[in-house]
């Protein structure tokens, strides 16, 4: 093994419990976990394993094809306290030092996000992406790109030095509750008909006081970390994730990902929408939507009938690097009382869309859509109407939700839950409201999660993923994950 990559190196009795203990001349100054989704980027996932294995540890590089991260986390830090008991001061120096690369789209890396944030680590490690999906969002709020990257050994080399050099930045996690009637069609255990994002599951209701908790209701959780959106938006990337479950020989790179998403764009009428798209699809007439500024106290949203996409934001990319939100003018803030967009605020910025013509206004300098507000908290409620369904995606995730029939309602909940820890470069457009190189804000972070307690949502609000929300079954095609 080359010199350099010692700073890398994390030897095999700390990685697999009960191995024979090796001597190990010096630190790592950066030891690394690596996650890659195999399936990926069309080839490069297979390839990217293969070089990081030539390059660590072949036991530090884990196929999430072969093996889920809670499983690997879960024995790696059982093994660090085992070692520490033991008085192994290379093992304490590790479990400190260590952080984690995940290689794959959006859902991927969500999906390792919310592992790391269920386990609950004493020392949670920080987070890298490597940009290997279409939109790659996260990746590129943080610095890493978005273009898929090299895969031979210069191009991982590269990467591997980069975030040893990364600073850390927390980012909110946010909580997402949903509850519907139990379609009267197809199997509805654990998983009604409709095909929800693997983040998104079925859990028992355990609050008395649940006015919806009765027989023939099921109760979703998930969370994400970059976006939620709703309308037009969602239903072109459902178009996008259908098709290429159905034809997967289709979908091996980036750039044809990318221009079949801009033709589906065009046939789904998104932007010719005001001919194509009925007005009993836009937001205004398919649900009333409550925010809350401050905690306890909800108002309603006044959102304009020409909108025809929402989107609640945390990071600042969206679509593959367009930032919806922008940066408003000084006097607009103040008017509006709107603070800067920082990732660890405890805020969401909400932001609708009427067509595709209105979304290329993110392309000139300064283009933004239009700012709905910012919230800790935001609710809709979906009744009766017009519309049988509509379309929803969280972190490029998509899916159909169908809408009341009668006289029930669904419910969709959005809150804070925590913070976890990414790896940022130089290059990072995030900002923090900890960064003294960002502006100042005002004082408007608060705990909401104290208030309420006895609110009928907060038994959903207990766990986020690892051993349950983000538990993928068993008979998934991670190639279905972005």
């Not at 091996?252 to 764009?265: D, E, S, V």
Request: hydrophobic share 35%; proline share 7%; glycine share 8%.
């Amino acid at each position: 093994m080359s010199l350099p990559l010692r700073d890398f190196y994390i030897p095999d009795y700390i990685l697999v419990p009960d191995s024979e203990k090796e001597d190990v001349s010096e630190e790592p100054t950066c030891p690394v976990i690596v996650f890659v989704n195999s399936r990926s980027g069309g080839q490069l996932g297979g390839d990217l394993i293969k070089t990081y294995r030539e390059l660590l540890n072949r036991v530090q590089v884990c196929d999430l094809g072969e093996e889920v991260p809670e499983k690997v986390l879960q024995r790696l830090y059982a093994n660090f306290e085992k070692l520490k008991a033991e008085g192994d001061k290379l093992a304490e120096h590790i479990e400190r030092t260590l952080r984690v690369i995940v290689a794959g789209g959006d859902g991927t890396a969500g999906w390792l996000l919310g592992v790391v944030c269920d386990l609950k680590l004493a020392q949670p490690p920080p987070i890298a992406t490597v940009p290997l999906g279409t939109g790659n969002n996260l990746p590129f709020s943080f610095g890493w790109g978005k273009k898929n990257p090299g895969t031979d050994h210069q191009s991982v080399k590269f990467f591997l030095d980069e975030v040893k050099k990364a600073k850390e930045m927390k980012i909110d996690s946010w909580h997402i509750v949903m509850r519907m009637r139990t379609p009267k069609e197809g199997a509805c255990d654990p998983i009604a008909p409709l095909e929800l994002p693997h983040s998104l599951h079925a859990f028992q209701r355990v609050s008395s006081s649940d006015s919806l908790n009765v027989e023939g209701y099921h109760t979703f959780r998930g969370g994400f970390w970059n976006y939620f959106s709703m309308g037009m938006d969602a239903q072109i990337s459902y178009a996008f994730h259908s098709e290429r479950k159905l034809h997967p020989e289709k979908f091996k790179n980036q750039i044809i990902n990318q221009t079949t998403y801009a033709r589906l764009g065009a046939t789904q009428g998104w932007f010719l929408a005001s001919l194509f798209h009925p007005s009993s699809r836009n937001i205004a007439q398919l649900a009333n939507v409550k925010i809350m500024k401050r905690p306890g106290h909800w108002e309603n949203l006044h959102i304009p009938h020409s909108i025809r996409s929402i989107v609640c934001l945390n990071l600042p990319s969206f679509s593959g690097g367009l930032n919806p939100w922008g940066t408003p003018n000084q006097k607009k803030a103040t008017e509006r009382d709107l603070t800067p967009p920082y990732v660890d605020d405890g805020l969401l910025e909400v932001v609708g869309f009427r067509d595709a013509w209105h979304g290329l206004v993110l392309l000139a300098p300064n283009g933004h859509g239009t700012r709905l507000a910012q919230a800790h908290r935001i609710r809709f409620e979906f009744h009766k109407g017009a519309a049988d369904h509509t379309f929803m995606r969280i972190d490029g995730e998509p899916w159909k939700q169908p809408l009341p029939v009668d006289d029930d309602t669904v419910v969709v909940e959005i809150s804070h839950l925590g913070q976890v820890n990414m790896l940022a470069t130089r290059n990072c457009i995030s900002k923090s409201i900890n960064d003294p190189s960002t502006p100042s804000a005002a004082s408007h972070h608060g705990d909401e999660d104290s208030e309420d307690s006895e609110d009928e949502w907060e038994g959903g609000r207990k766990k986020f993923g690892a051993a349950e929300t983000f538990k993928l079954p068993e008979d998934l095609d991670i190639a279905h994950l972005s």
